[in-house]
């Protein structure tokens, strides 16, 4: 059976193409553009190679100052690669964040499923032990810094805590206005992150964080729970 070959001058198509098929025998496999080298494209390993190199470019450099080339770079495969996995530098961005901020995708539930009671005091400790945590803080410092300094990036990470983290816990509220309280509690939680882990003004900088939740869990069970609040 003959191979047909392209002719002479024929443009190479765009971005890195995955191999169909077996390799024609007796013929070495060439690396073709965007593999890096021992990896095969289409891996998962590869995906979560890039994946990990975008979070510590963002958290490195920022959202503004990190680029796809810089995170193929970063990675060792071309930028088409990265285009490939992830599409525009949003995008990957978005993944960044889900990836960093996936600590927090199961409060909603934890808080729920322990029922009105105490349910304040839940959701703080919750937040603040994600927030304690040197392996889980520093990518969220970083998105967080992006996110206070630029729009698209702000737009971005607005919409993941919107869809994955307050429209669930709003869902899991039996009570009116549950959107309205879902996000007077996390205006409470962001201002005390943004005291104590981001900008670290004394003394909440140091407090203790079961002080913390002792004195802001029963604001937050008033917010998620009584009658008299609403917009």
């Known amino acids: 059976m003959s191979t047909a070959k392209a002719s002479p001058g024929s443009p190479e198509p765009d971005?890195?193409?995955e191999s169909?098929?077996?390799?024609?025998?007796?013929?070495?496999?060439?690396?073709?553009r965007g593999r890096p080298a021992g990896t095969?494209?289409?891996?998962?390993e590869t995906r979560d190679r890039i994946l990990a190199a975008?979070?510590?470019?963002f958290s490195a450099r920022g959202y503004d100052k990190t680029s796809v080339r810089s995170i193929g770079k970063a990675a060792g495969v071309d930028s088409a690669l990265v285009h490939h996995y992830f599409g525009t530098k949003e995008q990957i961005f978005g993944a960044a964040i889900e990836?960093?901020?996936?600590?927090?995708?199961n409060i909603p539930d934890l808080?729920?499923?322990g029922g009105v009671d105490g349910m304040g005091?839940?959701?703080a400790r919750l937040m603040?032990?994600?927030?304690?945590?040197p392996v889980s803080r520093e990518p969220l410092l970083a998105i967080v810094r992006s996110a206070v300094t630029n729009e698209t990036a702000a737009a971005v990470f607005r919409g993941l805590v919107s869809r994955r983290v307050l429209a669930r816990l709003a869902g899991g509220l039996d009570v009116p206005d549950a959107e309205f309280r879902v996000q007077l509690a996390a205006a409470q939680l962001v201002g005390i992150i943004m005291l104590r882990y981001i900008v670290r003004v004394e003394p909440m900088a140091s407090a203790d964080p079961e002080d913390i939740v002792a004195m802001v869990g029963p604001v937050l069970q008033r917010y998620l729970t009584a009658a008299d609040v609403h917009p």
């Open 99 to 105: 990836l960093s901020f996936a600590p927090a995708m």
């Open 111 to 113: 808080v729920v499923a």
């Open 121 to 123: 005091e839940r959701v």
């Open 54 to 57: 975008a979070r510590e470019e």
């Open 20 to 32: 169909e098929g077996p390799q024609e025998s007796g013929k070495p496999a060439g690396r073709r």
């Open 128 to 133: 603040l032990r994600i927030w304690e945590n």
């Open 40 to 44: 095969k494209a289409g891996t998962a």
């Open 15 to 17: 971005g890195p193409q």
